[in-house]
């Protein structure tokens, strides 16, 4: 099972309100990061959003511009999410 099958399973705080995790106004943006951070799948979350560079939203309580610089700062280079396997 990838990573990436990880974040669907029950008991992600997200399930219940996941427009949540892709708004854009910095009050909803903070909220959803605030929810994460109580997240039981923050960790697996996180590490597949790095691992991926085209997810949007919010993972693992990181925006899109704050996975690019946590990458930048590792060097990892990110996969795409659409390419073929
Ligand atoms: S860490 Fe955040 S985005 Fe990831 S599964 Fe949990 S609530 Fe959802």
Redesign the pocket.
Known sequence: MSDYVL?FVPG???KDDPDL?YALGPRRVARAKA??AR?P??EP??RTALEYQDVDG????ADPLERAAMRAQSGRTPRSHYAAS
Do not use: E, F, V
């Open positions: 974040i992600r705080l997200c995790w929810i994460c997240c799948y923050r979350c996180l919010i993972w693992g309580g």
